[in-house]
């Protein structure tokens, strides 16, 4: 198991890079084929950071212990609020993974493995799948990340869907994360928000919840706030969950919540206390992260569902990493030769980042671009179509979308096929 505690380097300052110099001529287009400098990125891969969806896996063995179909709802909410969290203040761009990259992760204390890979360049696909050691649940989908410039933000959709199976309840639960946007991209301190509708279906008993990422509003009193409700499937209201994403949510009865709403309007304050977000000023300035408000306010009979994780005390020098976050790029004695060629731990551009060598970065990354960008013209002179490893496409059968599916295998460790792509 990785148990590394930190970085072998800090982080690279960003102070004297401009990314005004590339972004200016990119206001409103789709960036995932805009080269940018290496010193944005964080020493990870996207594969990676996919990856830390698993960071509260406890709360999924949790959902599989409960006998009830509501109970198991709520915590599986928690679970896809969990499973977006690490995102806060982690302002570094991940690597974009190379075609056919993958990524390994056994937790054996934490009961599961993933494997991943990167089944398109363009549109850039990367799919994923981990499993319980014990067959209780098996958690998979494939994520189109698409990232727009705005002018002074970049908003990242995560299109594709996530399912979540619970063997044991032959249940299976999918859902899509909300919107995420980095402010300041230009000028000022940067900041993250989230926000959109996520929609949790449990296709066994109908159950749904429904979760509002809120934006953070014109006097910043929404910031990082998650509110929504379960309904069964006669659409009666059964749970009313709370809280922000950066710190831990709630589980209430519904007509608890209803009564101290009304009664916490009749103490309302004077909002125009507040002070008004940055972005209703003029264009040449930030858009000023408001002041977090006071942490949640938990209402009497409520039930905490799941609360963050501290970060270490040295994070801010190590890219805002969270302690699992340190660990996903470590190369413990003897792993080397078990992995497969294409792991991106093995990538020179990222280890040479996290070694706090830019320069050595920067031309690896570009050596690796060049050498996929040979291999597409290669492929394109000889007519032949890219073949895919561990995943193909397919239906996904709960929502019959398209998906990519794991095709099984990666375990047995035969690795004789996988392309040379680093």
Not at 118 to 130: G, I, K, L, N
Not at 150 to 162: C, F, I, L, Q, R
Request: proline share 5%; aromatic share 10%.
């Amino acid at each position: 198991m990785c148990t590394r505690k930190t970085l072998p380097a800090e982080m690279i300052s960003r102070n004297n890079f401009s990314v005004w110099s590339i972004l200016k001529k990119c206001i409103g287009m789709e960036l995932s084929k805009i080269a940018m400098p290496v010193v944005f990125n964080e020493p990870l891969s996207f594969l990676q950071r996919i990856s830390e969806y698993m960071e509260h896996t406890h709360l999924i063995h949790r959902a599989c212990s409960l006998s009830d179909s509501i109970d198991r709802m709520q915590v599986v909410a928690a679970f896809a609020v969990s499973a977006v969290a690490s995102q806060w203040e982690r302002t570094g761009k991940p690597f974009n993974p190379l075609l056919g990259e993958t990524y390994e992760l056994i937790r054996e204390d934490e009961g599961y493995r993933l494997i991943s890979e990167q089944v398109s360049h363009h549109p850039p696909v990367s799919a994923f799948h981990a499993q319980s050691l014990k067959q209780e649940f098996e958690f998979h989908g494939s994520i189109y990340p698409k990232l727009k410039f705005w002018g002074k933000s970049v908003e990242a959709e995560p299109k594709g869907t996530m399912t979540l199976e619970l063997l044991k309840h032959k249940e299976a639960y999918t859902w899509t994360n909300p919107m995420c946007c980095v402010h300041n991209i230009i000028l000022g301190k940067l900041w993250i928000e989230q926000y959109g509708t996520v929609e949790i279906v449990n296709h066994s008993t109908g159950d749904k919840c429904v979760l509002n990422f809120k934006p953070c509003g014109m006097f910043g009193k929404e910031l990082h706030k998650v509110e929504g409700y379960i309904q069964d499937k006669s659409k009666k209201k059964r749970r009313v969950i709370y809280g922000k994403w950066t710190e831990c949510m709630y589980s209430v009865d519904p007509k608890v919540y209803e009564a101290n709403k009304k009664s916490d309007k009749k103490t309302a304050g004077d909002s125009k206390k507040l002070k008004p977000l940055g972005y209703l000023v003029s264009d040449d300035e930030a858009d000023e992260m408001p002041d977090v408000q006071e942490t949640v306010t938990v209402i009497p009979g409520s039930a905490l569902l799941w609360r963050i994780k501290p970060r270490p005390a040295h994070s801010a020098q190590m890219y805002n990493f969270t302690s699992f976050a340190m660990t996903l790029n470590e190369v413990e004695p003897g792993m080397e030769r078990l992995l497969a060629p294409t792991d991106c731990r093995l990538r020179p551009d990222i280890k040479a980042m996290e070694n706090g060598d830019i320069d050595a970065a920067s031309t690896e990354k570009e050596r690796l671009e060049e050498k996929q960008r040979a291999s597409r013209r290669e492929r394109s002179k000889d007519e032949e179509d890219w073949s895919t490893r561990w995943f193909q496409p397919g239906t996904n059968p709960h929502t019959g979308a398209e998906d990519w599916l794991y095709t099984g295998g990666y375990f047995d460790r035969n690795y004789t096929d996988c392309p040379n792509i680093y």
